[in-house]
């Protein structure tokens, strides 16, 4: 079996002290929460860091709250909690939805929203949940702590705005009256990787759509909200005609290439497809007409 | 309740045939089983191998010095070092050689450089990092339709005057006769067919512990094998070890399915080194090194050709097949079969004749050829004549059923010699086929699809029938290294009347320990719980070949019910003696015997038994002890086949399959044990899935693996998979003692196409005659667009 | 560095290197061999245990990440010669066959039966979907959980240490 190089472990108890930790060991230790994209890369020795900081024992990260018109998400909390997590399926079933088809039920026992947003796949998918719903991450330092977009958060593939000595905490949600979101995504086999995934979330004033956005896996190097589509969806009436038009944008709007999950122009049309199919139910689990 | 009170349906617990819990479960469901892993010696080193990252370059050199002077490392050997031994190369089951570790040139990505020998796993790994290898790059041949271009590099340049890439040429059939047919027939349809190189990935990977005692210079080796008696042999010819020095023993296997069947060159790294150091060596492969660098199955580049009258009775099938057999020649089968039984491409169908042309060719790609549950390239063979014959249905614009029924083999034609020379023993395929469409609800489901098409929905029934040669084999025909394909059996009654088997064969799972004490139950009327089965240790059981190709059954099965029937016919004697009446007038009832007409007259086995080892004469001729051995040569293959109907769903906006029903009905003669068979073709349809929908090792054109790890080699979960419905009938095999004719691989054979022809089914609206696996919902989306590429 | 948890109801207390696994902790320290590995992604499954009574991928979780936790492991389910409904329901339905994977999928089912004593089909099949069977097709083994959640009312099992009252 494939066993990571030589590493020293440290265990934080608290937020405080993981993040002293990390400012004291510098740019060779790194955060483990679920490990489950961590460890495998340190098993192919692609990650050889010199320490490892547990995080698991900072109770404080983990959180699902409302608080200040923001769902507050702390970064250790699981994927199975966000999977039945009852304030989220209520405002946010496109939590859900992502979270029936990540990974499989025991990984979803030990990855985290913090591990997966830190991991920075572009194949990932709470990634694109959090890019649907305009979510920003809590970053502190021993300095403070600021809050970025998701759009400031990706900064490129495996690569994000949290620096050596900081860490994401919290991932913050706005939340809107009159909205629906929901989440479709295509593997090939359960616990794949996102052929391509596609979220949507729709708010609504009245019988217009007052804000809509999309979000994308695994059609680029980040996934990506669009701004088109955005454009597109503001003061419309929802209509199968918007929801082709919409999913027309979004797949004109990336950029996947041909690999082992599909050729580029598969996911081009996934990218159409999806789009469609999330708008569309989106726009139904706001109008009430679906759980 | 009890935690052992059984199930209703377990309550037959039979004294032979029938529904029985497997002895084998009660350790395994405690975490008790001993896999080669468990196993720790005092002193146990650890073996850790550098592979090539190049799939063809020349080795410059290797610095190892660095890895040497780590403080756990006990030994770095290279190729050099190992060809100063004479040990550089070995012996392939295919009379090729294979390198042990590379010393000219690697020829495949991943190929064994030089191994580590460290106290501990982790410190092996980690010295396999500080050995420097400086590799001149030399261009890969990775498109096996290029391997025999004149200006294609030459892989095996290691062999005296190779001056191409070619392996084998193999023909079988008329090739005339099928021409004059072809030429004349109403219909001819024509289709490249590819079968993708796939891998059996055991859940448990290949290794072994190797312990070599330095005073006596006596080897054990603990070795995922399914074949251990084979495997000493060529332990003996390869490292000149005497065969008496050696013991192999396969301990629990986590799965074989092919995989554990070659010898490869961790198992002979394992043992040199422990004859070099002196301490017992551990070998285990990672995940990746499984699927990178052991025996493959398929690869195999298929023009298939069908032709019919336009009623559609089929008069002949023709293929001409190009096969990838990797860098190194290493498919397991018998010596006159290169190409394994492919021969069988005739199926199930009453043909006036059939040719088949086959080249093979060396690419950079790892070595194999032979495994995954193939029956010896039978998936092969009968994946190409169910498409081919599903082509032909479309062209007919027929249905598929009706046009198989219309060309079954008849019962009375058995046993029926095929165009192609190969007998096949027994068969009744129609009810068979009956049955399958009549569990499925055949025409329910076709109206169902026909309101599905009116209103654009994807439906697809895919049927497959599958004929399979098994139970290798005569010994006439059929050996591997000159070792013939026959198989011993030891049976031992004690004094108390508990019996011991032993076996030639090896389980890896298909439940031995339970099957075998069932057949000698049957024989000889000892419950099975009394009949202990010892098998895969060489030096506790008789010789013979494995595990593999369904032939436990078949040929060791076989074994088994007739070294009973000798100690049976002896215990008759005995029991004449006992009774003191002749043999003539004793009857048997199942584990006694009686005086005929006088059923109160009469002793057990269990009598008999201490009779036998007890004091007071026996008849003249008599020895003491009840036990016999025997070794079966078997005189036929025996020909299990049957019927499958797979129901698929596609999804027309993302291309998605599910499989939404899957129905198998199997004919594998005479039932031992109807719940490990319904096991043995449950795993075998999930195979058919993944192969025809996911499961891929594929290559980029540098030669690089894409089927790494589980990550990239998928595998179907309990998600893909429907919950299988099976039947059967029973047909025995006319030759073998019971007649039983072997499950083992039937549904891995036998599910592939009818998977296949069901997503190619649902593509009907879109004019799609053919499509390749793995039918991804890429691959599936590009074929309703047109666009069907092959896979390789 | 010294790492002390309870493995099946027992504190252990042992040195080891910080990068040691938690499936090389518990069969080469700990001398359980019942749980296996089978691959190095997290993808098979093979080596689930439990930790505070959750199937967790021990392939994919340090030795000291566990540290202070519950693991339970296929050695803790029989109890004082009890066995486990499960591992009676396996065995019962022929829910296994080399008997690889076993452990991790008996385990995962102990963990569902204890949230969900009467799971459905399609959430048994949802529930290890996680772990791959290359031997039986899966539907033994959910016939098997089923055996287990229809026999085991009578009988208290699955607290987390793996101890039956």
Same mark, same amino acid.
């Given at each position: 079996?494939? #066993?990571?190089?030589?590493?020293?472990?440290?265990?934080?108890?608290?937020?405080?002290?993981?993040?002293?930790?990390?400012?004291?060991?510098?740019?060779?230790?790194?955060?483990?929460?679920?490990?489950?994209?961590?460890?495998?890369?340190?098993?192919?020795?692609?990650?050889?860091?010199?320490?490892?900081?547990?995080?698991?024992?900072?109770?404080?990260?983990?959180?699902?709250?409302?608080?200040?018109?923001?769902?507050?998400?702390?970064?250790?909390?699981?994927?199975?909690?966000?999977?039945?997590?009852?304030?989220?399926?209520?405002?946010?079933?496109?939590?859900?939805?992502?979270?029936? #088809?990540?990974?499989?039920?025991?990984?979803?026992?030990?990855?985290?929203?913090?591990?997966?947003?830190?991991?920075?796949?572009?194949?990932?998918d709470l990634s694109a949940v959090c890019t649907t719903l305009d979510a920003s991450c809590v970053i502190k330092s021993t300095s403070g702590e600021r809050v970025v977009s998701m759009h400031d958060f990706h900064v490129g593939p495996y690569e994000t705005a949290v620096g050596d000595a900081e860490m994401l905490t919290e991932i913050r949600i706005p939340l809107k009256a009159n909205g629906g979101s929901a989440y479709e995504k295509v593997e090939r086999r359960a616990?794949?990787?996102?052929?391509?995934?596609?979220?949507?979330? #729709?708010?609504?004033?009245?019988?217009?759509?007052?804000?809509?956005?999309?979000?994308?896996?695994?059609?680029?190097?980040?996934?990506?909200?669009?701004?088109?589509?955005?454009?597109?969806?503001?003061?419309?009436?929802?209509?199968?005609?918007?929801?082709?038009?919409?999913?027309?944008?979004?797949?004109?709007?990336?950029?996947?290439?041909?690999?082992?999950?599909?050729?580029?122009?598969?996911?081009?049309?996934?990218?159409?497809?999806?789009?469609?199919?999330?708008?569309?139910?989106?726009?139904?689990?706001?109008?009430?007409?679906?759980? | 309740?009890?935690?052992?009170?059984?199930?209703?349906?377990?309550?037959?617990?039979?004294?032979?045939?029938?529904?029985?819990?497997?002895?084998?479960?009660?350790?395994?469901?405690?975490?008790?089983?001993?896999?080669?892993?468990?196993?720790?010696?005092?002193?146990?080193?650890?073996?850790?191998?550098?592979?090539?990252?190049?799939?063809?370059?020349?080795?410059?050199?290797?610095?190892?010095?660095?890895?040497?002077? *780590?403080?756990?490392?006990?030994?770095?050997?290279?190729?050099?070092?190992?060809?100063?031994?004479?040990?550089?190369?070995?012996?392939?089951?295919?009379?090729?050689?294979?390198?042990?570790?590379?010393?000219?040139?690697?020829?495949?990505?991943?190929?064994?450089?030089?191994?580590?020998?460290?106290?501990? @796993?982790?410190?092996?790994?980690?010295?396999?990092?500080?050995?420097?290898?400086?590799?001149?790059?030399?261009?890969?041949?990775?498109?096996?339709?290029?391997?025999?271009?004149?200006?294609?590099?030459?892989?095996?340049?290691?062999?005296?005057?190779?001056?191409?890439?070619?392996?084998?040429?193999?023909?079988?059939?008329?090739?005339?006769?099928?021409?004059?047919?072809?030429?004349?027939?109403?219909?001819?349809?024509?289709?490249?067919?590819?079968?993708?190189?796939?891998?059996?990935?055991?859940?448990?990977?290949?290794?072994?512990?190797?312990?070599?005692?330095?005073?006596?210079?006596?080897?054990?080796?603990?070795?995922?094998?399914?074949?251990?008696?084979?495997?000493?042999?060529?332990?003996?010819?390869?490292?000149?070890?005497?065969? *008496?020095?050696?013991?192999?023993?396969?301990?629990?296997?986590?799965?074989?399915?092919?995989?554990?069947?070659?010898?490869?060159?961790?198992?002979?790294?394992?043992?040199?080194?422990?004859?070099?150091?002196?301490?017992?060596?551990?070998?285990?492969?990672?995940?990746?090194?499984?699927?990178?660098?052991?025996?493959?199955?398929?690869?195999?580049?298929?023009?298939?050709?069908?032709?019919?009258?336009?009623?559609?009775?089929?008069? =002949?099938?023709?293929?001409?097949?190009?096969?990838?057999?990797?860098?190194?020649?290493?498919? =397991?089968?018998?010596?006159?079969?290169?190409?394994?039984?492919?021969?069988?491409?005739?199926?199930?169908?009453?043909?006036?004749?059939?040719?088949?042309?086959?080249?093979?060719?060396?690419?950079?790609?790892?070595?194999?050829?032979?495994?995954?549950?193939?029956?010896?390239?039978?998936?092969?063979?009968?994946?190409?004549?169910?498409?081919?014959?599903?082509?032909?249905?479309?062209?007919?614009?027929?249905?598929?059923?009706?046009? @198989?029924?219309?060309?079954?083999?008849?019962?009375?034609?058995?046993?029926?010699?095929?165009?192609?020379?190969?007998?096949?023993?027994?068969?009744?395929?129609?009810?068979?086929? @009956?049955?399958?469409?009549?569990?499925?609800?055949?025409?329910? %489901?076709?109206?169902?699809?026909?309101?599905?098409?009116?209103?654009?929905?994807?439906?697809?029934?895919?049927?497959?029938?599958?004929?399979?040669?098994?139970?290798?084999?005569?010994?006439?025909?059929?050996?591997? %290294?000159?070792?013939?394909?026959?198989?011993?059996?030891?049976?031992?009654?004690?004094?108390?009347?508990?019996?011991?088997?032993?076996?030639?064969?090896?389980?890896?799972?298909?439940?031995?320990?339970?099957?075998?004490?069932?057949?000698?139950?049957?024989?000889?009327?000892?419950?099975?719980?009394?009949?202990?089965?010892? *098998?895969?240790?060489?030096?506790?059981?008789?010789?013979?070949?494995?595990?593999?190709?369904?032939?436990?059954?078949?040929?060791?099965?076989?074994?088994?019910?007739?070294?009973?029937?000798?100690?049976?016919?002896?215990?008759?004697?005995?029991?004449?003696?006992?009774?003191?009446?002749?043999?003539?007038?004793?009857?048997?009832?199942?584990?006694?015997?009686?005086?005929?007409?006088?059923?109160?007259?009469?002793?057990?086995?269990?009598?008999?038994?201490?009779? =036998?080892?007890?004091?007071?004469?026996?008849?003249?001729?008599?020895?003491?002890?009840?036990?016999?051995?025997?070794?079966?040569?078997?005189?036929?293959?025996?020909?299990?086949?049957?019927?499958?109907?797979?129901?698929?769903?596609?999804?027309?906006?993302?291309?998605?399959?599910?499989?939404?029903?899957?129905?198998?009905?199997?004919?594998?003669?005479?039932?031992?044990?109807?719940?490990?068979?319904?096991?043995?073709?449950?795993?075998?349809?999930?195979?058919?899935?993944?192969?025809?929908?996911?499961?891929?090792?594929?290559?980029?054109?540098?030669?690089?693996?894409?089927?790494?790890?589980?990550?990239?080699?998928?595998?179907?979960?309990?998600?893909?998979?429907?919950?299988?419905?099976?039947? *059967?009938?029973?047909?025995?095999?006319?030759?073998?003692?019971?007649?039983?004719?072997?499950?083992?691989?039937?549904?891995?054979?036998?599910?592939?196409?009818?998977?296949?022809?069901?997503?190619?089914?649902?593509?009907?609206?879109?004019?799609?005659?053919?499509?390749?696996?793995?039918?991804?919902?890429?691959?599936?989306?590009?074929?309703?667009?047109?666009?069907?590429?092959?896979?390789? | 560095?010294?790492?002390?948890?309870?493995?099946?109801?027992?504190?252990?207390?042992?040195?080891?290197?910080?990068?040691?696994?938690?499936?090389?902790?518990?069969?080469?320290?700990?001398?359980?061999?019942?749980?296996?590995?089978?691959?190095?992604?997290?993808?098979?499954?093979?080596?689930?245990?439990?930790?505070?009574?959750?199937?967790?991928?021990?392939?994919?979780?340090?030795?000291?990440?566990?540290?202070?936790?519950?693991?339970?492991?296929?050695e803790g389910m029989e109890v004082d010669g009890e066995l486990d409904p499960v591992q009676e329901g396996f065995m019962q339905c022929h829910g296994l066959q080399c008997g690889f994977c076993t452990p991790g999928m008996m385990l995962t089912a102990r963990a569902l039966l204890n949230n969900d004593p009467n799971p459905t089909e399609e959430v048994i099949r949802e529930a290890i979907s996680g772990q791959i069977c290359r031997c039986t097709g899966y539907s033994t083994?959910?016939?098997?959980?089923?055996?287990?959640?229809?026999?085991?009312?009578?009988?208290?099992?699955?607290?987390?240490?793996?101890?039956?009252?």
């Amino acid at each position: 079996m494939q #066993v990571p190089a030589p590493f020293e472990y440290e265990r934080a108890n608290n937020v405080a002290e993981a993040i002293a930790l990390r400012e004291r060991l510098g740019p060779e230790a790194r955060f483990i929460a679920g490990g489950h994209s961590l460890l495998p890369m340190m098993k192919l020795r692609l990650a050889n860091p010199e320490y490892l900081i547990d995080i698991n024992d900072c109770e404080e990260l983990f959180y699902i709250s409302e608080d200040g018109g923001e769902i507050r998400i702390g970064a250790m909390t699981r994927h199975r909690e966000l999977l039945e997590s009852e304030l989220l399926a209520e405002h946010f079933p496109i939590f859900r939805d992502a979270e029936e #088809v990540i990974a499989d039920p025991v990984v979803r026992n030990r990855g985290t929203l913090g591990g997966s947003l830190c991991q920075a796949d572009p194949s990932e998918d709470l990634s694109a949940v959090c890019t649907t719903l305009d979510a920003s991450c809590v970053i502190k330092s021993t300095s403070g702590e600021r809050v970025v977009s998701m759009h400031d958060f990706h900064v490129g593939p495996y690569e994000t705005a949290v620096g050596d000595a900081e860490m994401l905490t919290e991932i913050r949600i706005p939340l809107k009256a009159n909205g629906g979101s929901a989440y479709e995504k295509v593997e090939r086999r359960a616990g794949d990787w996102a052929v391509v995934s596609s979220g949507a979330a #729709v708010w609504f004033d009245g019988d217009t759509i007052a804000e809509g956005r999309v979000g994308l896996a695994a059609v680029g190097p980040n996934t990506t909200s669009i701004d088109p589509v955005s454009e597109a969806l503001r003061g419309a009436t929802p209509s199968e005609d918007l929801y082709q038009q919409v999913g027309e944008i979004a797949a004109a709007n990336c950029s996947p290439q041909d690999d082992q999950r599909g050729s580029a122009a598969y996911k081009t049309h996934l990218a159409m497809e999806l789009t469609k199919r999330a708008l569309r139910r989106a726009v139904a689990r706001a109008n009430g007409q679906e759980a | 309740m009890t935690a052992t009170e059984p199930q209703a349906e377990t309550d037959e617990r039979p004294i032979g045939f029938g529904r029985l819990l497997r002895k084998e479960d009660p350790r395994l469901i405690r975490g008790m089983g001993n896999f080669v892993d468990d196993i720790q010696l005092p002193g146990m080193l650890h073996l850790a191998i550098l592979r090539s990252p190049m799939a063809h370059a020349r080795i410059v050199s290797i610095d190892k010095s660095a890895a040497e002077a *780590h403080p756990k490392v006990v030994a770095v050997i290279t190729g050099e070092d190992l060809a100063a031994q004479g040990l550089a190369w070995m012996p392939t089951l295919s009379n090729d050689v294979q390198a042990v570790l590379a010393t000219d040139k690697v020829r495949f990505q991943h190929q064994e450089v030089a191994f580590v020998v460290a106290e501990d @796993r982790y410190s092996a790994r980690d010295a396999l990092e500080l050995i420097i290898v400086d590799y001149e790059w030399i261009d890969p041949v990775i498109d096996v339709r290029k391997a025999m271009d004149a200006d294609t590099p030459v892989i095996r340049d290691d062999l005296d005057d190779k001056t191409d890439n070619h392996i084998f040429d193999w023909e079988t059939g008329d090739a005339a006769e099928t021409e004059a047919i072809f030429a004349s027939a109403d219909v001819v349809v024509s289709e490249e067919i590819i079968y993708p190189r796939v891998h059996p990935a055991p859940m448990e990977t290949c290794g072994c512990v190797a312990d070599v005692e330095r005073v006596s210079g006596q080897l054990t080796l603990w070795s995922t094998t399914q074949a251990p008696h084979a495997h000493r042999t060529v332990y003996a010819l390869v490292a000149g070890l005497p065969e *008496h020095k050696i013991r192999v023993i396969a301990p629990d296997i986590g799965g074989g399915f092919g995989n554990k069947v070659p010898i490869y060159p961790g198992y002979v790294c394992a043992i040199v080194a422990s004859l070099v150091i002196g301490k017992p060596v551990k070998w285990m492969e990672d995940r990746t090194e499984n699927l990178v660098s052991t025996g493959f199955a398929r690869d195999y580049v298929m023009q298939g050709e069908i032709a019919a009258t336009k009623e559609g009775k089929i008069l =002949a099938v023709r293929t001409n097949v190009l096969a990838d057999h990797g860098a190194f020649n290493g498919v =397991a089968a018998p010596v006159k079969y290169p190409a394994g039984f492919f021969g069988v491409f005739t199926g199930s169908y009453d043909l006036e004749a059939a040719y088949c042309k086959m080249q093979a060719v060396y690419t950079n790609k790892a070595p194999g050829g032979v495994a995954y549950a193939c029956s010896f390239r039978i998936t092969e063979a009968v994946y190409l004549v169910e498409r081919i014959v599903d082509c032909l249905a479309y062209e007919l614009d027929m249905d598929p059923a009706e046009l @198989r029924l219309k060309n079954f083999i008849q019962p009375d034609q058995f046993p029926y010699e095929t165009k192609t020379g190969w007998v096949y023993d027994s068969g009744d395929y129609e009810p068979a086929m @009956r049955k399958a469409m009549e569990m499925a609800g055949y025409d329910e %489901l076709r109206r169902e699809q026909a309101e599905k098409r009116e209103k654009g929905e994807l439906m697809g029934i895919g049927l497959a029938f599958f004929t399979e040669a098994v139970g290798a084999g005569p010994r006439k025909d059929m050996d591997i %290294l000159g070792l013939g394909m026959a198989d011993g059996c030891e049976l031992r009654i004690h004094p108390t009347g508990k019996a011991v088997v032993r076996l030639s064969v090896k389980t890896q799972g298909q439940g031995h320990e339970t099957t075998f004490a069932q057949i000698v139950a049957e024989e000889i009327g000892i419950p099975p719980e009394d009949i202990e089965v010892i *098998h895969g240790d060489t030096d506790n059981t008789p010789f013979g070949l494995g595990t593999y190709g369904s032939r436990s059954t078949p040929v060791s099965g076989a074994a088994a019910a007739l070294v009973t029937r000798k100690v049976r016919d002896k215990a008759q004697i005995i029991a004449s003696g006992m009774l003191e009446v002749s043999v003539a007038d004793l009857e048997w009832n199942k584990g006694s015997f009686s005086v005929k007409g006088d059923p109160e007259k009469s002793v057990t086995i269990q009598d008999i038994a201490m009779k =036998a080892h007890g004091a007071g004469d026996l008849p003249d001729g008599i020895e003491g002890g009840l036990e016999a051995q025997i070794c079966y040569n078997p005189e036929n293959l025996t020909y299990p086949f049957g019927a499958y109907i797979c129901v698929v769903d596609i999804d027309p906006g993302t291309a998605v399959v599910k499989v939404r029903r899957f129905i198998a009905v199997d004919d594998c003669g005479t039932q031992i044990n109807p719940m490990i068979i319904e096991g043995q073709v449950h795993g075998g349809l999930a195979d058919g899935v993944g192969m025809a929908m996911m499961e891929m090792i594929s290559f980029d054109e540098d030669g690089n693996c894409l089927g790494g790890s589980l990550m990239d080699y998928l595998i179907p979960t309990a998600l893909e998979t429907p919950d299988w419905e099976t039947g *059967h009938t029973v047909t025995p095999s006319p030759h073998h003692p019971i007649g039983a004719k072997g499950i083992g691989e039937s549904a891995t054979v036998g599910s592939p196409p009818a998977v296949v022809n069901a997503i190619v089914d649902a593509l009907k609206p879109y004019g799609i005659r053919h499509a390749d696996m793995p039918l991804t919902p890429s691959r599936v989306w590009e074929t309703m667009q047109g666009n069907h590429t092959p896979p390789i | 560095m010294q790492v002390d948890m309870t493995v099946n109801g027992q504190e252990v207390s042992e040195e080891i290197e910080p990068r040691h696994l938690l499936v090389h902790f518990i069969r080469d320290q700990l001398g359980l061999t019942g749980t296996h590995w089978g691959c190095d992604t997290s993808n098979c499954g093979t080596c689930v245990v439990l930790i505070d009574g959750e199937p967790v991928k021990s392939c994919t979780t340090l030795a000291a990440m566990a540290g202070g936790h519950d693991v339970q492991t296929v050695e803790g389910m029989e109890v004082d010669g009890e066995l486990d409904p499960v591992q009676e329901g396996f065995m019962q339905c022929h829910g296994l066959q080399c008997g690889f994977c076993t452990p991790g999928m008996m385990l995962t089912a102990r963990a569902l039966l204890n949230n969900d004593p009467n799971p459905t089909e399609e959430v048994i099949r949802e529930a290890i979907s996680g772990q791959i069977c290359r031997c039986t097709g899966y539907s033994t083994i959910v016939r098997s959980i089923q055996w287990a959640a229809a026999h085991e009312s009578a009988v208290t099992v699955g607290t987390s240490n793996g101890s039956a009252s």
